[in-house]
């Protein structure tokens, strides 16, 4: 039962244009999110993160939106940078299990010079 | 330099012999973690530990077992590998205040191939 799902494996983008990376959750007890950023070889670092009292978090390009209503959060780069290609995984945790992260599939981001 | 660090960062080994992932930490954290990462699946977390001789199950513990005797320690026992458990293993931590809310340093990974 994947309680964070990130529906779309892989995303192409132009350098310069935005890059909106989607992702959606089942467990209405979820009220921290966060983005993590990875690269090949390398372990997972993180991005950028909004509580669910919240529903926008800005930090330099990038964005994240929650949609509480619709258990939905998205993150926006804008501009998009080569140096931006990586594997995008959103995490979500809450409830009563209070260590317990909960991450998505991840999203290949590719963005062309 | 802040830092978590895995050993092995590869290994294969057969079936059924026991086998130890370290994790060691030097940023004072008392929240640590670990994930495996498969295709498709994104990152599962295994076990996490909110402080010392404190640990508890995340999402898919079977097979594995962790002790956190020490601070900066926290190792991964694969006490009777299969192969199902085949995949790349990554240790976390963070500072406990605000729990999981704090962003995690991850380590580089520990691929394991269990034949």
């Known amino acids: 039962d994947q309680q964070v799902k990130q529906n779309s494996p892989s995303l192409s983008v132009q350098e310069g244009r935005i890059s909106i990376l989607n992702c959606d959750y089942t467990?209405?007890?979820?009220?921290?999110f966060l983005w993590y950023k990875k690269y090949p070889a390398e372990g997972p670092t993180f991005l950028i993160s909004?509580?669910?009292?919240?529903d926008k978090n800005e930090d330099g390009r990038f964005t994240v939106f929650l949609n509480k209503s619709a258990k939905h959060l998205s993150l926006h780069i804008v501009p998009s940078q080569p140096g931006d290609s990586a594997v995008y995984f959103c995490a979500a945790s809450g409830g009563t299990s209070y260590g317990k992260l909960t991450f998505g599939q991840g999203t290949i981001l590719t963005v062309h010079p | 330099e802040a830092q978590v660090t895995q050993n092995p960062r590869y290994l294969i080994t057969v079936t059924g012999k026991k086998l130890t992932v370290t994790c060691s930490q030097n940023?004072?954290?008392?929240?640590m973690s670990w994930y495996r990462q498969d295709p498709g699946l994104g990152l599962r977390q295994i076990y996490y530990s909110m402080n010392v001789e404190v640990t508890d199950k995340g999402d898919v513990p079977e097979g594995y077992k962790v002790s956190r005797k020490e601070k900066r320690n926290f190792p991964l026992i694969l006490e009777s590998p299969s192969p199902n458990q085949t995949s790349l293993y990554f240790c976390a931590s963070s500072l406990l205040g605000g729990g999981i809310r704090q962003p995690q340093h991850f380590g580089d990974g520990t691929r394991l191939s269990i034949l």
């Open positions: 467990n209405s007890m979820f009220d921290y």
């Open positions: 909004i509580s669910s009292i919240k």
């Open positions: 940023m004072n954290h008392e929240y």
